[in-house]
């Protein structure tokens, strides 16, 4: 079955990390653009990073930049999301997404409203939650 799986999620306070992986099975992640959204109760769903895999070009929200770091481990087939220095407004549902390779910037495919070409896959969603 092709298709992507997130863990890693959990409870953590203020100011903790958690690392979110992505794993694929089926298909060779390496191959695929992958970005991490999520989407907070009440809220719209929102891009957090995203990654090429041509040349491994990312792109952060402007939220998370400087506390989260998206990669790839190639060998295991996964990426990675480690977040850090936590806020309670990161919580929510984390889902990852896959995509083919086209000619879409790293920004335009991490923003809800340019996305144009849709993800193949998507997973489920991981829960987030932030809180003392």
């Known amino acids: 079955q092709l298709q992507v799986v997130e863990s890693g999620g959990g409870l953590v306070q203020p100011g903790g990390s958690l690392r979110l992986s992505c794993a694929a099975s089926?298909?060779?992640?390496?191959?695929?653009?992958v970005g991490w959204f999520r989407q907070a109760p009440g809220k719209e769903r929102e891009g957090v990073s995203c990654?090429?895999?041509?040349?491994?070009?990312?792109f952060y929200a402007d939220s998370v930049k400087g506390r989260f770091t998206i990669s790839r481990d190639n060998a295991k087939n996964t990426v990675y999301l480690q977040m850090n220095s936590l806020k309670p407004e990161d919580t929510g549902v984390y889902y990852c997404?896959?995509?083919?390779?086209?000619?879409?910037?790293?920004?335009?495919?991490?923003?809800?409203?340019?996305?144009?070409?849709?993800?193949?896959?998507w997973g489920q969603g991981t829960q987030v939650t932030v809180s003392s």
């Open positions: 089926g298909f060779s992640l390496d191959y695929y653009a």
């Open positions: 997404a896959a995509r083919l390779p086209d000619s879409t910037s790293v920004q335009d495919m991490c923003v809800i409203s340019r996305i144009i070409i849709p993800y193949n896959y």
């Open positions: 990654i090429l895999s041509s040349d491994g070009s990312t």
